[in-house]
């Protein structure tokens, strides 16, 4: 039984792509992928055809708002975190929070803010935005130079989310067994190690896709906020104001004094959410996955526990060497 056969999502199915994108697919430089049979180098990332589909579509016909909000990450970076407190923070107006009604009880972080090239144009259709209320709240896991032109053109902002990347490649690694969890031909930790290592990985390079965001993010302060997992588990409450800030809902006084930025992270918690009957039970009503399967440990440092020194030496060496004099210092533990 091949891989696309069996993968919950459709993103990973190989044959379910238009003729023309089979043909420039087949043209593309491929490796064997981590969780579908390949993967291709498109515009300088790896991803599956599916996907490229989807990156063609949104490149052509997404048409971005000066007033859009859109978080970006690295896949396993945090996503589902970043999207729950983003969403229950931009929208706290419209959906008060203590409120047992609200939107993240009844559905999942995926689904209140989807991905761009993943969820939204995949299908060659036009996508109705309609429902969306403003500003919008949406995702991608695209490169910087790959987003459709008119988010690097309009004020659209952008919040990026990075997380070290020894626990972004262990996530990643689970998530990839998750998925193959059917299959016989599974890949060793090893295999795919070298693999990340050498660039190879879902969106990667890794340290293109980093680089890349925190560049824009000192050039323009006000385009790209620059968040890292970690830092938001070391300090919550002042990266939650940092974020509020950037998007221009900052807490007043009394907000603060009504305990609400507690409650907005407590809401958004891995406690909280990796619980919630939604996420527990529930599939995504867009990419179809379970929901549970973005839902592991949520904690830092969990690669000490997979890793061998010659993988921490080697690692350590790679992402020395592609982030030497960027400033840029990732947290491990
Ligand atoms: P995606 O990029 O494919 O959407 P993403 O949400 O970034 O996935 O990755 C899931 C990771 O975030 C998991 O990390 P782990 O494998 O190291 O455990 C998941 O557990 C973690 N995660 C999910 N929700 C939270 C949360 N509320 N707080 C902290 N970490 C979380």
Redesign the pocket.
Known sequence: MTTSQTSPFRIFQEDDVSEECKKLVSILPKEKGWIGSYTYNYQGFWTTPKVIEGVIACQQRFHAQDSDIILV????????????LLFVLVNRKEHPIFNQNHPLYVKT??DLIP?LELDLYHDGEVFDFSSFTSPRLL?T?LPFASLPKSVQDSRTKLVY?C?NPK??F???W??ANRLRLHQKDTISIEEMFDFFCKGVNPYGPFWNHVSDYWKQSIEKPNKVLFLM?EE??AQPTLQLKRLAEFVECPFSVEEEKSGMLDEILRM???????NLKVNTNGKSSLSGAPNRI??????VG?WKNYFTIKMNEKLNHVIEQKFQGSGLKFVYN
């Open positions: 990450t690295n896949p396993k970076a945090g996503t589902t975190w970043l999207k729950s972080p995926h991905f995702s896991h989310l997380r626990d972004t262990i996530s990643m689970h998530f997992y938001i588990k958004s918690s891995f406690e909280n959410l990796s973005f839902f592991r440990k949520g904690e969990d």
